[in-house]
């Protein structure tokens, strides 16, 4: 059974990075075939695919976010981070990690609020 | 990107009734869909992949239908804890997409 844990600031003042780090139990992220995942979701919104990394470090990230947003695996610690540069107000939101194949299985979220 | 879109986007019913839930692709997606419910407060849940196959520990009332670009979640007999926000996301393509949300609400 797979656990995810988000951890890192919950406030974050704008303009500055955003970094979450998410710690994986119950399987290796330097393992092929799931996508390492983040997901979010802005208060009483839906929900918002981020980006993920893959196996051997590969990274896809959403065209919308694209530019500011950088995903990194440390497989030695079974972990992967999410960094989100210049944020506004408007990234305030629950993060989810996640581990993504057939189906998404989620971490808990993290709330983070950006204050200006 | 796959444009996921659910209606309703509230259902209101009573305890025991059946709720009927649609979820429309812009394109086929094959039977690529998962459906999760959400309660404030904690992550989704997963309840129905691949279009039609309960995932582990989920309630028979809960099943899905459909493939190409029409699915559907039906709950046959709502019980009290079955009242919160259903989505449906697919994994045909990426970006992964998730439809907008159907809140299921007490009448």
């Known amino acids: 059974q797979v656990e995810l844990q988000e951890s890192g600031p919950g406030l974050v003042k704008a303009s500055r990075t955003l970094s979450l780090t998410c710690t994986v139990s119950g399987d290796s992220i330097s393992r092929g075939f799931y996508y390492w995942t983040w997901i979010r979701q802005r208060p009483g919104k839906g929900l918002e695919w981020i980006g993920y990394v893959y196996h051997g470090g590969t990274t896809n990230y959403n065209t919308s976010l694209k530019s500011r947003v950088t995903i990194s695996a440390d497989t030695s610690n079974n972990q992967f981070s999410l960094n989100l540069s210049s944020v506004t107000e408007a990234d305030t939101a629950v993060y989810f990690c996640?581990?993504?194949?057939?189906?998404?299985?989620w971490g808990r979220g993290t709330l983070v609020t950006v204050s200006s | 990107e796959v444009v996921l879109t659910q209606s309703p986007a509230t259902l209101s019913l009573s305890p025991g009734e059946r709720a009927t839930l649609s979820c429309r692709a812009s394109q086929n997606i094959n039977n690529y869909l998962a459906w999760y419910q959400q309660k404030p407060g904690q992550a989704p849940r997963l309840l129905i992949y691949d279009a039609s196959n309960r995932a582990t520990g989920i309630p028979a009332r809960f099943s899905g239908s459909g493939s190409g670009t029409d699915f559907t979640l039906t709950i046959s007999s709502l019980e009290p804890e079955d009242f919160a926000v259903y989505y449906c996301q697919q994994r045909s393509s990426w970006p992964l997409t998730f439809g907008g949300g159907t809140k299921v609400e007490i009448k």
């Open positions: 996640a581990r993504v194949a057939t189906a998404i299985d």
